[in-house]
């Protein structure tokens, strides 16, 4: 297993809607491995493969980071397919690190996808399980949580992020 390397806000890739992925092979088994890892040292609560530089819809959720290994959602091509009820909470990404922002998401989501074995699961989530399922899955159409913050604080936090990278960078 590798530890990946995660892109931050600006790389064109997470803008991008990810494509399907016709073909469960070792490859897939593979990229989702490595993802597992590098969500766990990084440490987050879920990765998209985008995240990861492969623009393909394929994501990994765990939020016990770990701890538990029946916690750990590994889907392929998943999609949100009912929610219900909102709610709001602080959430923060692995790629805009150090921001973190309230914002509304479903309090419940039913997702279905494909295990590694290529068979259709359906996930029911609720509270932060369905808020971290809706984060990844808004990785794979090209979203970032702070695409769902108002005009004005989004424009706020790019400005904060390119200061920071100016001062990185000198």
Known sequence: ???????????PLLGQKARP??????????LARDMVETMYRAP??????????QGIRLITVDLSVGENKDELFILVNPEIVEESGKITAEEGCLS?????????????????GYDLNGREIAIEARDLLARAFAHEIDH??????????????????????????EKVST
Do not use: T
């Not at 297993?1 to 790389?11: P, R, T």
């Open 96 to 112: 805009v690190p150090g921001i973190y922002e309230k914002l509304e998401r479903p309090e419940r989501v039913v997702v279905k």
């Open 140 to 165: 794979l159409e090209g979203k970032l949580f702070i695409d769902r913050l108002s005009p004005l604080k989004k424009s706020l936090i790019k400005n904060r992020i390119k200061k920071e990278q």
């Open 1 to 11: 297993m590798a530890v990946l390397k995660i892109l931050k806000v600006g790389h």
């Open 44 to 53: 987050g609560v879920g990765l998209a493969a985008p995240q990861v530089n």
């Open 21 to 30: 992925v016709e073909n469960i092979n070792q490859e897939i088994v593979d």
